[in-house]
């Protein structure tokens, strides 16, 4: 049979792509897959013609002896808060269609169906629409890896009731605590999905909680979060109502994990008065344990989607608030996370027109240039070979256009489209989490680059190639909208809101660190130092203090968890290059064309680091790294100010004490490579 009603679900092709149109299919034409008649065939008024091929045979049934999910619909939760609480986990019945999706993932042109299928289509060219292959062949139905579903295993049930315990009541569970700016796409999803959870299961999140019922809520939300999940919908509604109301998973209550506050009084900017508090650290606690046994569970039950994605992106970042950045479980989790990125196909996002934009399409897009970004941020702390290359990936960028707009109507969402400029920026002057991402990503495609010369094994680049990339870095940020464009004055403008002072912050810190990179690549390329690199260090650093200055007066508090990370990323390479001018002073035989670039500026600056360095304990993530750097740019600072000899006259021979050294793993960050006692004396002159 044919579909042609707007409510069927879409076809998946066997490589993870939709299946297209019969009058496109035919034409080899590129289709947008909207239904009930796709774009194409209603501009060539073949309204009549456009059908989506349909097995004849039934889809079959699961035999999971787990419950089904049931609708997510307003009916639904009402029956629930004017009734009894769940029965039993088999009385609970599903009337909601969710396609099954296309294993195992997404196969590209290379892949061993990809000939198979172009055969399967010249047949169906030669013999006609009777004779398309049956969908139970383009469809491999997911069998979770949990075993029989009859009874749980010991380890999934622990995992389950340990999850669930720690879900906040409904007065405190409904009150979500987001970062200003940095949640993007998934904030909306958030408040919905909070609401349809109090509102369906409230009863089970009572004082006491038995464990019997506990156990009876497991069951489906595993039965749920084994179920298929379309990435494919293009309905906001529909998309949402795979996973809200008594279709919760656990990719969901995983995702709310981020941004509940387990204990009361316990959020950051609140708490932290110099150090972390023990309220704090016990919420954190709480989070991390829930956010990770919540992935693993969706690793038992689920095949991935996109929601699976973001839970393992932030398992990511939580790690490495736990343990620093370098160490090898952000790394594995890092690596999974680009594993999962490309199984479900979210590098190949294909979207050639406008029209065709959606909002899954925007969820993918939004999760590729994010983790792409994400991607180049830990090679650049680590100097190991990024995990995803854009030279292998498609995915346009996002558009420019608010989340809450993402998961409007239609209408709303392809007006919003058609308003941005011809390169996809919204022309409101708005900054949105999506206007982060797009800058972002085009600063990442840069430093990719930056990283094939500085990491790769071919011969020496020339210096006419890195001033090439120079002038496109400066290029591409100049025509970044107006409302990203940094003004040192924004620190001191109280008329600049904090999404748009982080936002113009963090940028401007981005492209600074490119500008760091390509300057030391120059100076190893024997192009002549003009004080570029100097001033670039000089704007690093004080551009990184004030997340930790300013939070006396709690302008930037809640980034306060960012702290580390942003000195330790910028601020301490380039502290490094600051420490080099005061042991091998140049500024008092060519002054510096920057006036505020003088020696006492140096010195003050790398005074106010040190105390932030200090602030950090030695305990935390990164806590090694930030000790060492104190300790090295505080025996600069004494061995300049102490000097019996004049301060403008360098000593004939760098005399140091090696006893402390601080080693970054990447090699252009690591500008203390004259700490060291092997280091060449012939390439200080280079630095």
């Given at each position: 049979m044919?579909?042609?009603?707007?409510?069927?679900?879409?076809?998946?092709?066997?490589?993870?792509?939709?299946?297209?149109?019969?009058?496109?299919?035919?034409?080899?034409?590129?289709?947008?897959?909207?239904?009930?008649?796709?774009?194409?065939?209603?501009?060539?008024?073949?309204?009549?013609?456009?059908?989506?091929?349909?097995?004849?045979?039934?889809?079959?049934?699961?035999?999971?002896?787990?419950?089904?999910?049931?609708?997510?619909?307003?009916?639904?939760?009402?029956?629930?808060?004017?009734?009894?609480?769940?029965?039993?986990?088999?009385?609970?019945?599903?009337?909601?269609?969710?396609?099954?999706?296309?294993?195992?993932?997404?196969?590209?042109?290379?892949?061993?169906?990809?000939?198979?299928?172009?055969?399967?289509?010249?047949?169906?060219?030669?013999?006609?629409?009777?004779?398309?292959?049956?969908?139970?062949?383009?469809?491999?139905?997911?069998?979770?890896?949990?075993?029989?579903?009859?009874?749980?295993?010991?380890?999934?049930?622990?995992?389950?009731?340990?999850?669930?315990?720690?879900?906040?009541?409904?007065?405190?569970?409904?009150?979500?605590?987001?970062?200003?700016?940095?949640?993007?796409?998934?904030?909306?999803?958030?408040?919905?999905?909070?609401?349809?959870?109090?509102?369906?299961?409230?009863?089970?999140?009572?004082?006491?909680?038995?464990?019997?019922?506990?156990?009876?809520?497991?069951?489906?939300?595993?039965?749920?979060?084994?179920?298929?999940?379309?990435?494919?919908?293009?309905?906001?509604?529909?998309?949402?109502?795979?996973?809200?109301?008594?279709?919760?998973?656990?990719?969901?209550?995983?995702?709310?994990?981020?941004?509940?506050?387990?204990?009361?009084?316990?959020?950051?900017?609140?708490?932290?008065?110099?150090?972390?508090?023990?309220?704090?650290?016990?919420?954190?606690?709480?989070?991390?344990?829930?956010?990770?046994?919540?992935?693993?569970?969706?690793?038992?039950?689920?095949?991935?989607?996109?929601?699976?994605?973001?839970?393992?992106?932030?398992?990511?970042?939580?790690?490495?608030?736990?343990?620093?950045?370098?160490?090898?479980?952000?790394w594995r989790s890092h690596a999974e996370s680009i594993s999962l990125l490309t199984f479900l196909g979210f590098h190949a996002v294909e979207e050639k027109h406008r029209h065709q934009a959606s909002v899954s399409n925007e969820v993918k897009k939004r999760l590729f240039h994010h983790l792409f970004t994400m991607a180049m941020v830990v090679v650049s702390f680590t100097g190991r070979p990024p995990l995803i290359a854009s030279r292998y990936s498609s995915t346009p960028l996002p558009f420019d256009i608010s989340d809450e707009v993402v998961f409007s109507d239609e209408e709303t969402f392809m007006k919003a489209v058609e308003r941005l400029d011809e390169r996809g920026w919204n022309t409101d002057g708005e900054i949105y989490p999506s206007t982060r991402i797009r800058a972002r990503t085009m600063i990442a495609a840069i430093r990719e680059e930056l990283f094939e010369i500085a990491l790769g094994n071919e011969e020496a680049v020339s210096v006419e190639t890195l001033l090439k990339l120079r002038a496109r870095e400066l290029q591409t940020v100049s025509e970044f909208p107006a409302s990203l464009h940094f003004d040192p004055t924004d620190l001191e403008n109280p008329e600049v809101d904090i999404t748009t002072l982080s936002s113009r912050l963090f940028v401007q810190l981005e492209h600074l660190q490119n500008m760091f990179f390509i300057e030391r690549l120059l100076l190893r390329s024997g192009h002549e130092d003009n004080g570029d690199l100097l001033k670039v260090s000089y704007e690093l650093v004080t551009l990184t203090l004030p997340w930790y200055d300013y939070l006396n007066l709690d302008r930037l508090a809640a980034f306060r968890n960012d702290c580390e990370w942003l000195v330790m990323a910028y601020a301490v390479p380039a502290g490094g290059i600051l420490c080099l001018e005061l042991l091998r002073p140049t500024l008092h035989i060519r002054p510096h064309s920057d006036p505020r670039i003088t020696r006492s500026n140096i010195i003050q600056k790398l005074s106010l680091l040190v105390a932030y360095l200090n602030w950090v304990s030695p305990w935390g993530p990164n806590g090694d790294l930030c000790n060492d750097a104190k300790s090295v740019i505080q025996r600069v600072l004494d061995r300049t100010l102490n000097a019996a000899s004049s301060v403008y006259e360098p000593p004939a021979v760098l005399e140091w004490d090696f006893s402390t050294q601080l080693d970054f793993n990447f090699d252009l960050l690591d500008t203390f490579d004259w700490n060291r006692p092997d280091f060449p004396s012939s390439q200080q002159s280079n630095q």
């Open positions: 044919y579909a042609n009603n707007p409510n069927t679900p879409l076809l998946i092709r066997r490589n993870g792509r939709p299946q297209a149109c019969d009058p496109c299919r035919k034409r080899k034409l590129a289709c947008d897959h909207t239904q009930p008649v796709c774009s194409r065939c209603k501009k060539r008024k073949q309204d009549a013609d456009c059908v989506y091929i349909v097995s004849g045979t039934k889809t079959p049934v699961s035999t999971s002896p787990l419950p089904s999910p049931a609708p997510s619909t307003s009916s639904a939760a009402s029956r629930h808060r004017n009734s009894q609480p769940v029965q039993s986990p088999l009385t609970v019945r599903s009337d909601t269609q969710v396609p099954n999706l296309a294993r195992p993932g997404y196969l590209g042109p290379t892949s061993y169906c990809n000939i198979y299928e172009d055969t399967e289509n010249s047949l169906s060219l030669l013999q006609g629409p009777e004779t398309s292959t049956p969908q139970s062949e383009n469809v491999s139905h997911h069998a979770p890896v949990g075993g029989s579903q009859n009874v749980m295993s010991p380890r999934v049930r622990d995992m389950c009731l340990t999850v669930l315990r720690n879900i906040p009541s409904a007065t405190q569970g409904s009150m979500l605590r987001f970062k200003p700016g940095s949640d993007g796409w998934i904030r909306p999803v958030a408040l919905q999905a909070v609401k349809s959870l109090y509102d369906t299961f409230k009863d089970y999140f009572g004082v006491n909680r038995s464990t019997t019922k506990l156990e009876e809520l497991a069951r489906i939300i595993c039965a749920n979060t084994s179920r298929p999940f379309s990435d494919n919908e293009t309905d906001p509604q529909r998309w949402m109502s795979q996973f809200t109301g008594e279709n919760m998973r656990w990719e969901i209550i995983g995702l709310l994990s981020v941004f509940w506050d387990f204990v009361p009084g316990s959020d950051a900017a609140a708490m932290w008065k110099g150090k972390r508090s023990a309220a704090f650290d016990r919420g954190f606690s709480i989070s991390r344990e829930n956010l990770q046994l919540c992935f693993e569970l969706c690793k038992e039950f689920s095949a991935g989607n996109s929601l699976m994605l973001y839970l393992s992106q932030r398992c990511t970042v939580i790690h490495s608030m736990f343990v620093g950045d370098a160490e090898l479980l952000v």
